[in-house]
């Protein structure tokens, strides 16, 4: 096996099998250590999917095991921390769980170390350890009553870095929910605070990306689709709002569902 193809087998082979939870390496590593060793994976990755060189020697071949180890433990070292937050964030979302149960949940995900490269890839100067969605927590609430007093009591006794409203101002895409990044042992985690329709939505456009796969989340794809889901966004909103759609509205609504049709058709996916 030459060394490129030996890199790649390295390389795809840890996409693969790291993405479950390790520990943090043994040996403590500084933050400029940690990301330059995911910005040289991220390299690595490019070069792989363009059939590029990725070195010569076995000596690069020990950095990038190195370097994966380093992104992994950093990775892994988040875990407690997030399972600790998840916890915790059920004591706080337990209150608005009795009208509605089957609507309340509190889920937790750690970022695949897969998915960390895709994101270093499409922004090579991020560092790793700035990084506030590695570890992630989402709360499904029953309305935005609910989330917003969520909101509120979070940000009075957590440590919060960061808040984000994308209800009252919602991302060009349609999305909504709320966002704080808080810190929990020492690690940034992200919090997420939906409503049903919210992640319904949310899910939908998942779902649609993967199926077609064109990263509609990201704001890929045909302007046709974003337009439709925005104008869902809209109508959600509306709905748990208590307030009715103009006829205007819905003639809208359905011309935009009629062009993104075009594209999410069933039939359109399994004929490319």
């Not at 897969?114 to 992630?136: A, H, N, V, W, Y």
Request: overall charge positive; proline content about 4%; some cysteine.
């Amino acid at each position: 096996m030459g060394f490129a193809q030996a890199t790649r087998f390295v390389v795809e082979r840890f996409c693969t099998l790291w993405s479950c939870d390790h520990g943090p390496v043994t040996e403590p590593n500084t933050a400029g250590e940690i990301n330059k060793a995911c910005q040289r994976l991220a390299k690595a990755r490019r070069q792989m999917l363009a059939k590029e060189s990725l070195g010569q020697g076995s000596g690069e071949l020990k950095r990038l095991a190195t370097d994966i180890q380093l992104v992994e433990g950093w990775r892994g070292a988040h875990a407690v921390p997030l399972r600790n937050a998840s916890a915790n964030l059920r004591y706080y979302v337990k209150p608005h769980s009795a009208t509605q149960p089957d609507i309340v949940s509190v889920t937790q995900r750690l970022k695949k170390f897969s998915t960390i490269l895709d994101k270093q890839c499409r922004f090579p100067t991020m560092r790793l350890t700035k990084m506030e969605d590695i570890g992630g927590v989402r709360a499904i609430l029953p309305d935005q009553d609910a989330a917003d007093d969520v909101y509120r009591r979070l940000r009075r006794n957590w440590k919060v870095t960061r808040d984000r409203d994308y209800v009252r101002e919602p991302k060009p895409s349609g999305y909504r929910a709320l966002h704080l990044t808080v810190v929990k042992q020492g690690f940034r985690i992200e919090v997420q605070l939906r409503t049903y329709l919210q992640d319904v939505w949310a899910n939908q456009v998942e779902s649609d990306s993967r199926w077609r796969r064109i990263d509609y989340k990201s704001g890929v794809g045909q302007q046709e689709v974003h337009d439709y889901y925005i104008a869902v966004s809209e109508l959600f909103a509306m709905s748990e709002a208590s307030i009715s759609p103009s006829e205007a509205f819905r003639i809208e609504l359905q011309r935009r569902r009629a062009l993104a049709e075009t594209f999410l058709s069933p039939t359109i996916g399994s004929q490319q």
